[in-house]
């Protein structure tokens, strides 16, 4: 009998963790447009300077060694779900008998004005080097100019992503630009804007309460009960119809489900492909969406997080379902188990919430560095960031400060 | 009395020497268009998926820090000999007593068609990384046909960097990207072309044939007594009229001192800057040219080469000369000591050349490790490189693999 094929769309935490996960039991192939996988959790050390853009970047193909799993890169442009094929933009047509999409997610703008053109998102290396690169512009900027003028780092968004990067932005600010030129340095700001009434709102109040306290003593301003109405290149204009200043905005207000699921002919709703409790999409039971943009629910009826703990668990999940329909056996309903949250700050500085236990400080921060180690793919980058992060450590610099983004 | 002003153009090995020795006797402002410095001699090793861009690029104001040095981010537009001032592209027009210019070389195409529009230079991390991407795009691109048909990189010219570059692309070939998939690395086939009639023409003989043979070892096509005529996107023209398929061509042939000295009113000939024995600019006593765009001779009367020790040489020269001259004494003529020349081939495989010694294989290819960590710029490059370069050594593995061109 010839081996099931399945084809997964996306290489990222859920796809990659699916497609090993199947691979002894199934001819596997798995597609994506990039030939490396991005360790989103610490794309904003690359924007802040602090990490080599390339130790968050692991090669699929390495991934995927003497796995026995098809790789091919390119987007998937259409699927046929009567034939169960796949079409690429790459020109390959690829038949399945099951398929996985793992797509993930991109930045949503809510409709807000000029967010789409105006604001940097955190969302691939790319992104992240664009980051960089203005961060340090504006520096070098400021540097030649001595009429008192400042510039002004605003983060949208108080979520763990946008805490992470206003505290690693501060850090960069008031540590090695500081050291390179301390005048102008002190001309920089930043700013953490949050539309909801506190940090981190899905911690326990104490620790958004914390975190508020932490950022500010990293020099951050932090806006709460603030909703954002339009942005332009050097402005915001808040809900209030004030109008402040802005020179650089980062967007991590908000994700959606990758825009490409609506080419792909399937059921969604807000934003994320509709799936039965099984993880299949509705009513096409030959097809699973995982991670980011699934529209499957926790038990509180509510769609479960986008973050890497969920995607991995559905990837394990949905290769063990399709082991059993390849075995003949109905696939179960998906249940998250949620390990907890955390969000680190800065030096020393990280909040950790695991069911009733919740932490802040030193060892919170240290227990953020292991799992994050623990995650990372492959030796190399092990080796690679806990260079970069024991020497920022150890000299309170960051020597990634290069402006690379025009090619 | 007021400080002398000193304006160094280029942040390079010469650049970045001048201005680091004159920072106590003068008050320098450093000018380059990035803000931070490349290591040239090892782009190749980024090129070929070996080393994280990031670690071949130094902040310029972390080279700087506290030495009192000024930076301006920019490049020169021109420049006013007789009020002694430099205009930027960024706006800003600077004072000098004396200018240092030090802008280094580009590629030169001999007015070969074709080498402008369709091969890659290997002159920064931009273009090194366009490489990396293209390999790697060309090995995705064959890994979706199984049609039989390959891939031919060709590298042209036979010097050190085109030797580097060619046993780099042979061992990325035959080593990761066979073990990611090994049928298709098999089609993919490294060729260097070289016009003279042996590599390293600048080595002893010997040490050009046992380059030749070690690097036919690792699978490179060695293509001796060969010019070429033309290059279009999939083929070289070469001089014999044979036309031979190129997928990708690697420019490695010539370099020439930078363009921008053609707009900054200098005498110029054979595309480098006229100079004085004293590394003066021939009948501008205020203006230094030293490194790849100066004209200076050696002993023998020829040009010399266009390899970091001149230019560091000529850095600490020229900030001595400075020195004198602001204590009214006379510059003197430059002398270069040629303290040998090295070139690796592949692992355990190298050539050094000092005076009559002459080394190649292992101990050859330890002294060029060693020479280059310690010329590398930065602490945290020292150990971001040695952590690459052991885990590439003991796993025979190249971990950068990452297409990362398109921002």
Redesign the interface.
Known sequence: MPQSRVVILGAGFGGLTAAKSLAKHAQVTLVDR???QTFLPLLYQVSTAGL????V???V??AL?DSGVG???GSPVSIDHSKKTVTLD???VLDFDYVVIAMGSSTADFGIKGVAEFTYAMKS??EA??IRASV??HF?DL??VDDGSSCELTVVGGGPTGVEMAGALAELVRG?LK???ETVASRMHVRLIEAGSRLLPSFDQKLSDRTKLDLEKLGVEVLLNTAVQEVTRSDITLGSGERIQSSMTIWAAGVKGAPVIHSLDLPIERERVVVEPTLQVKDLPHAFAIGDLSGSVGVNGQLLPMVAPVAIQQGKWVARQIQGLIKGTRPEPFIYKDKGSMATIGRHKAVVQVNNFKLAGPLAWLAWLWLHLFYLL????K??TI??WT?NYL?F?R?????????
Do not use: K
Request: with cysteine; hydrophobic share 35%.
């Open positions: 990039h030939n490396f080599a853009a390339d130790h970047a692991y090669p193909r390495g060694r790789f091919s890169m790459n020109g390959q290396v790319h080097l664009a340090m512009r070098e540097c030649r090695p050291r390179d030129l492959g030796g190399r980058n080796i690679g260079a970069d020497w000299t610099d020597a990634n400060r290069h402006i690379i983004d025009e090619l």
